[in-house]
């Protein structure tokens, strides 16, 4: 039986793509930065009769300690890791004159060097496997900066940059690094989002009036997770999983228009959408 580890398993895509696993048969290790959803995965388990595969373990990805003594308890029990799904991540809302320096640096650690910190510990189990598969949980917003997202921004454009490196590193250990690149799904990234922000603030100026609109908008509308969970999965099936897998509303074109059209151009399109408030800004 092949085993996955998927971090951030509290809530979101890692929640839903933990269940996914275990439904195609692997052994999962799930890790949570706190046990608050610890019962209800292992409920939706048992529903599932798929309880026997699951472990559940608290792990902070910016936390060295806990990731250490996840990978050991891997290696006596596992042997191996087969897939690595760095999911763990969060969404700084904020315009650049309004974050704190201490806000900008938690983004890049849990959404950058979180994953850094993961992959670095578990490269030795994951080399054990003949064929194994790390999928990065990525974004649109790694192809194009929008107003109000710096910080999520820049940690989603790096971790496109760390996972084209690793990409290349790892091809000839028959490691095949993958990155999901999603737009807007119904996760409760948006709502911790939208939280963390002064939203009467942000009401008094056009700008941002209008910014906090469209998050509103892609917390309300956006479509069923539950996609993400089935791209995972089927990408540890293939025999040479590409790199890019660009998935939701938006998001293949944006790829697209990234790679072709000059950036003054992109620049009108966002702007003039943010005029019209109309459209997706994930």
Request: one cysteine or more; aromatic letters at 8%; charged letters at 20%.
């Amino acid at each position: 039986m092949k085993t996955v580890l998927v971090t951030g398993s509290g809530s979101g895509f890692g929640f839903i793509t933990t269940l996914e696993f275990l439904k195609k048969g692997y052994s999962v290790i799930a890790t949570m930065r706190t046990l608050q959803s610890r019962d209800e995965l292992i409920e939706r388990a048992e529903n599932e009769q798929l309880a026997s595969q699951l472990d559940i373990m608290e792990m902070d990805v910016t936390d060295e300690h806990q990731i250490q003594y996840v990978k050991d308890y891997i290696q006596i029990n596992y042997k191996k890791l087969d897939v690595l799904v760095n999911n763990a991540g969060f969404c700084q809302a904020g315009f650049i004159a309004d974050l704190t320096i201490d806000a900008f640096q938690k983004q890049l650690d849990v959404n950058l060097h979180g994953v850094f910190r993961v992959t670095k510990v578990m490269l030795p189990l994951l080399e054990q496997s003949n064929k194994a598969n790390i999928i990065n949980i990525g974004s649109v917003s790694g192809y194009a900066g929008f107003p109000g997202m710096s910080a999520y921004c820049a940690s989603k454009f790096a971790l496109a940059g760390l996972s084209e490196s690793l990409r290349i590193e790892l091809l000839p250990k028959q490691i095949f690094v993958s990155l999901v690149e999603a737009a807007s799904y119904q996760t409760e990234i948006w709502d911790k989002s939208l939280s963390s922000i002064d939203q009467l603030e942000m009401e008094k100026d056009p700008m941002k009036s209008t910014v906090l609109s469209y998050a509103q908008q892609a917390s309300k509308f956006s479509a069923d997770p539950s996609e993400v969970a089935s791209l995972i999965a089927s990408i540890c099936s293939r025999k040479k999983p590409k790199l890019h897998y660009p998935i939701g509303k938006g998001a293949r074109m944006l790829a697209f228009a990234k790679r072709l059209l000059p950036w003054t151009w992109l620049e009108k399109i966002i702007v003039k959408k943010l005029k019209h408030k109309k459209g997706n800004l994930c």
